[in-house]
Structure formats: structure tokens, C-alpha cells
């Protein structure tokens, strides 16, 4: 893992203008679209195509296992978007959950000012042209009800956490769990960014998958970094590279109104070095925040002291779509293979939106028909599968490189004799020749050799 604040040779790693050839390609193979493209696009909101929903459940999955199968002391909870007015009191949303907006007085674009690098606009070019600042509210507001009027006024989440914590009591009392356990959820949240941008990085509606874990005061440090050390080891087996990823721990100046301490997991994106994790000691403000909104006691009652407390929550939390994102800068090559250029996408095989791709060598002499069979085969046992038969064999393993797909088969003049078909690896080139009969086991053998 980097320990520098400069990754030069990663940085240099990446093709030049790999954001829009990232774009491009998610537009391409069905990853990644604008919302509502078709009436100009709405901004900063993105729609998931066939690849992208299914790279997008991988990930999802393997938090969900990660954090919530594989633990005895993590439940789940799915809580929803609309949640009591109060509770955005309480947690300090409706009061400081701002951002310094300016606005340019010659072209009338409106920025963040804490994001702006001196007093000449990036749009214009205008000096000295920007509005006194005013701290604008990122949550989106709208009515529950037929009245709208400000007695009515609801949000939408801004954050999964808050309905992990105003549900910590029924989680308490209908599980068996005991302190320390945690509580985890996977869902959307909504933020009105002033300065949205780069892709998917920062967005106006994403999916977050958080987890509080409770805890006795005084046990928190060392939960804290327990947790921090677990979601590292997650994120490298992802594949994530080394020299990509860095730990920043924040100063005290950094840190948010409800943190004791705090470490970001940062990524070296193309356009720098970005959070895409955020593991934080919350202690008890949010309990003792809802308690005293709620009149509600969110105490724990220790069984064999009798000792009473507010439990103090370590929190991690990831952004889903910024993940992907990271995901698909850290998975795309371009390099010569055979004197052509591909473009690859080296997916870690458990998140790779399909798993194998089935090919006929040509469209006749039965072998159609065979790769059929396999396909459905494959498709019975639950892996993702794609049936291609249409251009040339390089083109559609082209097709598959750039959908990340490691493994391809293809059914030639002598499946049809002794009945094994060519499975080629996407990252080693290397084709092996498997009979048919073998071929669910042997592709299951290499994927979960993998890690999947
Ligand atoms: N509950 C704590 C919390 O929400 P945060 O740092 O504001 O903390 C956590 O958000 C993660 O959510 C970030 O690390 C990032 O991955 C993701 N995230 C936050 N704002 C986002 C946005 N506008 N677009 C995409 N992802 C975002």
C-alpha cells in the first residue's frame, strides 16, 4: 500500500484520457449511461445497462457476505429512504449538512468555494467575479402528503446510517445480539452536490453500504482499528492495486462534528488521490442524539452486571458507485496482443459481469447447436453466460476482453469429433482444451481458484 502522498508510476500507469475512454466504453458495452439521455441527460445521475447492473450486484454481494454472511455479530437491516423529519434534526443534517456556495457574478455558474483553487472563475476565466458565500443544504427536500407546506416537508436520506441507528433498539431487542455487534444496509442516498463530476465519482443519487458496529466506550480505539484493518483486507481482494491505494487518517481539523477519530481508504484515480471509504469513531453522538430528540432510551443494559450504557458506534462506510468506479480504473489495460491492441478489462473474476462467453468457430456443420447446449448448461448452473456467433473469433474475443468476461469457449471442427472445446483465459491468453462433460467443473474449479 502506498505510503507517499505521490504515486508517480501508478499515476503514468494509466492511458492518456482514461476517464473518456472509460466513459466511452461503458457507453459501449452497456455499463454506465446518463440518466434520461435521451431528453439531453439530467445531471449528474447515472443509469447501470446489462454489464453494469451485474458488475454492480457482485460488488454488492461480496460486501454483503463479507460484512453480513460471514459475521455472527452483523445483522442486516433495509431501512427506508423516507424517514421522520426529526431524525435530520437530530443527527445535525438539517443544520450543518452544508456547503459554501458562491456564485460568479459575470457568468452566473455557482461553485463550492472550499473546492476552488484561487479567485479566478474555471469557467469564464473571471477574477474577483464571485459572490459572498452561503452555506447551502445538500439534502433534497420534498412533501409527504397532500398539504405541501412546511409541516409536511420530508427528505430524502442523505446517508443510509440514520436508519441503522434509529433502528439499533429493534435490531437489540428481536435479534440475539449482545455488545459489540453491528448493524449493516445497503441502499440509495441523495445529496443535491453543488459541484458534481468526474463520471460517477460524485453524483446526485448513489448507493451507499454502511455498517455501525456497537460498542462498549473504551473498547472503540481498538474496534476502530480492527475495522479499519478488515476493510482494507477486503479491498485488496478485490484485486485493487497497492500502489493505487493509500490510508489517509484525518487531523483534527479534518475531522466531522460527530467523529472522534477517523481514516479514509483513498484510491489514485486519474484525477488524484480520492476517498472512496470513510471508517469513523462516531462514539455516541448519534444514539444520544436520537434519544434526547426522541425521548426514546437507546441505552444498552449489560445482562450480567446490570451496567448501563450509550453504546459508541465505529462506522464504515463506502460509496457503491464510487467503488465501481475505482473498480473499472483498476481493472482497465491497453496493450499488444499479437501485433493488434486490445483493451482489457481485468475484473476480478467474482465481480466480472459475465463469467464465460460461448462461441460456435463457425456458423454451421452442428457447431451452433453445441454451443447452445453448453450456454444452457452453464445458464443452469447459475453462471452468467453470453451466446456469440456473429464477426470474426478475434473480434468477439475483443468483445468479451472489454466486458471483462475471463473465460471464453469456443466449439470448433474438433468438438464435433471427440467432444472437448477450447477455453481461453482473458488475462494469460492461454487456451486449454476441455471435454464438454468436464467443463461446468472445470470452469467452477478456476473461478473459485480465483477467490471467487
Ligand atoms: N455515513 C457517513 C457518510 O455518509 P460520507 O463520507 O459523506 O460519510 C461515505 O460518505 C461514502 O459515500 C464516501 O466515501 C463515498 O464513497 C460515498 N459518497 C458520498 N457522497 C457521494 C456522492 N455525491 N457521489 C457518490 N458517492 C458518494
Request: charged fraction near 30%; aromatic fraction near 10%.
Amino acid at each position: 500500500m502506498s505510503d507517499t502522498n505521490e504515486a508517480p508510476s501508478a499515476a503514468q500507469d494509466y492511458p492518456a484520457d482514461l476517464m473518456d475512454k472509460l466513459v466511452s466504453l461503458c457507453k459501449r458495452r452497456g455499463f454506465i449511461f446518463q440518466s434520461s439521455e435521451i431528453y439531453g441527460g439530467v445531471g449528474a445521475v447515472y443509469d447501470y445497462g446489462p454489464l453494469g447492473v451485474e458488475l454492480k450486484q457482485n460488488v454488492r454481494a461480496s460486501w454483503w457476505e463479507e460484512m453480513v454472511h460471514r459475521r455472527d455479530d452483523v445483522e442486516g437491516v433495509d431501512a427506508g429512504i423516507l424517514m421522520h423529519p426529526d431524525v435530520w434534526v437530530a443527527s445535525g443534517h438539517v443544520e450543518g449538512f452544508t456547503d459554501p456556495l458562491v456564485e460568479c457574478r459575470n457568468c452566473h455558474r455557482r461553485f463550492r468555494e472550499d473546492l476552488l483553487e484561487s479567485d479566478q472563475c474555471p469557467s469564464c476565466g473571471m477574477k474577483e467575479q464571485f459572490t459572498e458565500a452561503r452555506q447551502f443544504n445538500l439534502m433534497f427536500k420534498t412533501f409527504m402528503g397532500a398539504v405541501e407546506d412546511s409541516t409536511s416537508v420530508v427528505y430524502l436520506r442523505p446517508e443510509t446510517a440514520q436508519g441503522i441507528f434509529v433502528n439499533f433498539r429493534n435490531v437489540l431487542d428481536s435479534s440475539r445480539q449482545k455488545i459489540p455487534f453491528g448493524i449493516a444496509q445497503v441502499g440509495k442516498a441523495f445529496r443535491n452536490e453543488i459541484t458534481p463530476g468526474n463520471f460517477t465519482f460524485r453524483t446526485r443519487e448513489f448507493e451507499q453500504m454502511e455498517m455501525q458496529f456497537f460498542v462498549e466506550p473504551g473498547t472503540d480505539e481498538e474496534w476502530f482499528e480492527t475495522w479499519r484493518d478488515r476493510r482494507v483486507a477486503w479491498v485488496k481482494s478485490l484485486g485493487i492495486r497497492e500502489d493505487r491505494l493509500r490510508l489517509h487518517p484525518h487531523g483534527p481539523d479534518e475531522l466531522a462534528h460527530y467523529a472522534k477519530d477517523a481514516v479514509d481508504l483513498e484510491y489514485l484515480l486519474p484525477f488524484g488521490w480520492k476517498e472512496f471509504e470513510g471508517i469513523h469513531n462516531r462514539t455516541d453522538f448519534d444514539l444520544t442524539a436520537h434519544q434526547e430528540k426522541s425521548g426514546k432510551k437507546l441505552e444498552y443494559v449489560e445482562a450480567h452486571s446490570g451496567k448501563r450504557f450509550v453504546p459508541y458506534v465505529i462506522e464504515t462506510s463506502i460509496g457503491l458507485d464510487r467503488l465501481v468506479l475505482v473498480l473499472l480504473a483498476n481493472a482497465y489495460h491497453e496493450e499488444e496482443v499479437e501485433g493488434e491492441s486490445r483493451v482489457v478489462l481485468r475484473l476480478h473474476p467474482k465481480l466480472a459481469p459475465i463469467k464465460a462467453a460461448v462461441f460456435p468457430l463457425v456458423k454451421k456443420d452442428g457447431m451452433p447447436e453445441i454451443a447452445r447446449e453448453i450456454e444452457e448448461d452453464l445458464r443452469r448452473s447459475s453462471m452468467t453466460v453470453f451466446y456469440d456467433e456473429s464477426g470474426s473469433i478475434g473480434r468477439r474475443y475483443r468483445r468479451q476482453d472489454e466486458a471483462g468476461t475471463p473465460f471464453c469457449i469456443t466449439v470448433d471442427g474438433q468438438t464435433v469429433e471427440d467432444g472437448t472445446v477450447t477455453v481461453r483465459d482473458r488475462d494469460t491468453l492461454e487456451q486449454v482444451r476441455v471435454p464438454t462433460s468436464e467443463l461446468r467443473a472445470h470452469l467452477r474449479e478456476r473461478l473459485a481458484g480465483a477467490g471467487s
